[in-house]
């Protein structure tokens, strides 16, 4: 157990996967120097130039090479940058990775962990500060994981590599400095949520950074005399929905939060499959349908917090009471 | 080259009446369907490049990538297969003729994206040495395909960092519908590798001995550790883009001038020379033609896959939740 940032959590955690198997090896850009977020800090000196990769700003070669090395035994791991410099990477993505397998008959496997730093990077402005976990939902194939803790950055990180499957993995652009315990060794299995909270009125369903911000909402909430749950779903596709249901079944009421613009967004689907599976009264709450601004104001205008969980969250438990 | 051209002959008959596009509408009965991009006039590229090409090295392909995974050495009874969507196909029934691959013989994929399957190529390169594997990659692309950035950054990567790879530019005139000169600037695939430092060959694309003699150069200086190099294979588009495209939009007599050039006819007329019999030379396209008659057959009586393998090698973390 030590104490380590999400960004220090996560370099320690490819490095031990690098040690432990030579078929996992890392590309991106600006890898040699530790990654402009210090998520590979000494692998180049650990592992070497051969295995830690510095590439041209070449997003779709470098995806598309990582296809290509993990058809040919090895296994890949993807430094996108941003979301949003991973668009140009789309193809190499959702055309190639993601359909390989089925498309040739299950002749060939990718395993790969493609990083795309995600959410709003403060006053980094509109390409810069996108959540679009919910393209990546929608795409057979793929596996998609938010970390929201620096353990869980190791853990699920690890799983990632280990795991098999194209993984579009979405570490938050603004928790790369969060700092918790993490004990290397623990291991997580993807598609499992976990309980932030516990609570009895209502179950408030997130992932990445908006997981904090429901666990901040809860704790204003207990102020009106709500006692809500938070679940940390973690891994998006596939998502926990034994773990969902049965908060549903217990507090009869669900939210999700996230950062991600409402409309479309990863919540929709989660409330629609409550509606349709369980007794629980849904809702959702994200950001609107907006650009992200530069000026502190606009930024604001796209940001969720835990105030706005928390007001949606009482007027869910207010509504029927 | 007789294979390929009989396979293609035989893969466009079954397709007729098989795709909406140009004006037609899908019959029910064709055998192969959907697009079917057809390499007839262009055998004598893939013939010449993959002869110096061993079962380890790594193959990229396109979507007009018959050609290229029977000269590979894959099963052409099997490729007929996936054509026909059977279950016995390459890929289970899952691909068609746009996704044919035989990992077992380093044919990593034909590709429905123009110009995706370079950068698996380079991809396929730097794991090659990283592992040191005595083998090198080899990706063949279209002359549309120059025109997108994954070629230009696969230039980039390769010459940079000097991979095992052998670019091949099967330069057939025509970008889909539209010709690739009115839209391209600068001379093509060759002068744009040189401008990375690749040294690149132009070559009659029609004269399989010429193809045959530059790439074995080529995967020679490549095997020996030289990096990167690119041929620009000259030849031409006979058919339309798809098997139902009439290619209406070209000047016939560019097709006529073409067609004098065809590659089967010009290594026959080196045969004769060399003194084989116009009946030895008919042999070959006879057996071409027969086992190319059996693969459609077996295929018109092979299985569909299962409904089932719809659900099959997706993905595993995940598997069996599809809603």
């Known amino acids: 157990m030590a104490l380590m940032s999400y960004a220090a959590a996560a370099a320690a955690a490819l490095g031990e996967a690098m040690q432990a198997d030579p078929r996992v090896v890392a590309l991106g850009e600006d890898l040699g120097r530790g990654g402009i977020f210090g998520q590979y800090c000494g692998l180049r000196e650990r592992f070497g130039p051969d295995r830690v990769i510095d590439t041209p700003i070449s997003e779709a070669t470098i995806m598309g090479a990582a296809v290509g090395m993990a058809l040919t035994g090895l296994r890949p791991v993807v430094e996108l940058r941003v979301i949003d410099f991973a668009l140009c990477a789309m193809d190499e993505i959702v055309n190639q990775a993601a359909k390989n397998r089925y498309m040739f008959g299950g002749q060939g496997r990718v395993p790969c962990v493609i990083r795309m730093p995600s959410g709003i990077w403060s006053a980094s402005a509109a390409q810069h500060s996108q959540s679009l976990e919910a393209w990546f939902a929608a795409v057979p194939g793929l596996v998609v994981v938010a970390p929201s803790s620096a353990q869980d950055n190791a853990s699920l990180l690890r799983a990632a590599i280990e795991c098999g499957d194209p993984v579009a993995y979405f570490e938050h652009k603004e928790l790369w400095a969060a700092q918790g315990e993490v004990e290397l060794d623990a291991r997580v299995e993807l598609g499992r949520a976990r309980t932030l909270r516990t609570g009895r009125d209502l179950t408030i369903v997130s992932w990445s950074k908006a997981a904090l911000w429901s666990l901040e909402a809860a704790a204003l909430l207990t102020g009106d005399g709500i006692d809500a749950e938070v679940i940390d779903l973690r891994t998006l596709w596939p998502w926990d929905r034994a773990a969902v249901f049965e908060s549903a079944s217990r507090t009869g009421r669900v939210l999700v939060a996230h950062e991600a613009i409402q409309v479309a967004g990863f919540g929709a689907e989660i409330a629609a499959t409550l509606a349709e599976h369980t007794r629980a009264r849904v809702a959702r709450i994200g950001a609107p349908r907006i650009p992200v601004g530069y000026a502190p104001v606009l930024e604001q205008q796209a940001r969720l917090d835990a105030l706005r969980i928390a007001q949606k969250a009482r007027s869910l438990v207010g509504a029927e009471a | 080259m007789c294979r390929i051209r009989a396979f293609e002959d035989a893969a466009e008959a079954a397709s007729r009446g098989g795709v909406a596009a140009f004006g037609q509408l899908a019959g029910g009965d064709a055998m ?36 290229h995974t029977l000269a590979k050495g894959a099963s052409l009874e099997r490729m007929m297969h996936e054509l026909f969507g059977r279950a016995s196909g390459f890929c289970g029934g899952r691909g068609g003729s746009m996704h044919i691959a035989d990992f077992s013989v380093g044919m990593l994929g034909a590709n429905g994206v123009v110009a995706a399957g370079i950068a698996i190529a380079v991809g396929a390169a730097q794991s090659i040495r990283l592992q040191r594997k005595d083998a090198i990659a080899a990706t063949f692309f279209g002359d549309g395909a120059i025109n997108r950035g994954p070629f230009a950054e696969s230039l980039n990567w390769a010459a940079t960092f000097g991979l095992p790879l052998l670019f091949v530019c099967e330069d057939n005139h025509w970008s889909a519908t539209t010709p ?20 690149a060959f132009e070559v009659d694309g029609n004269d399989v001995e010429a193809v045959h003699e530059v790439a074995g150069r080529l995967v020679a200086a490549i095997r020996s550790g030289d990096g990167p190099k690119l041929l620009q294979s000259r030849t031409y ?23 004098l050039r065809d590659p089967l006819a010009i290594t026959a007329g080196r045969l004769l020379l060399r003194g084989l019999s116009t009946d030895d030379i008919e042999r070959f396209a006879r057996a071409a033609r027969a086992e190319v008659a059996e693969a459609v057959e077996s295929a018109r009586a092979a299985a569909w896959p299962e409904a089932s393998a719809a659900f099959e090698s997706i993905q595993d973390t995940g598997a069996g939740q599809w809603h």
């Open chain 2, 32 to 67: 192969v369907r959907g697009p079917l991009h057809l390499s007839t006039g262009q055998e004598a590229t893939p013939t010449g490049v993959c002869a110096h090409l061993h079962p380890a090295d790594c193959l990229t392909s396109t979507h007009r990538g018959h050609g």
């Open chain 2, 180 to 199: 690739t000169a009115a839209v391209s600037a600068g001379e093509g695939a060759a002068a744009r590798a040189r401008a990375y430092g690749i040294e």
């Open chain 2, 237 to 259: 588009r006979v058919k339309g883009h798809v098997s139902v495209d009439p290619a209406a939009y070209r000047d016939p007599a560019e097709l006529d001038a073409a067609l």
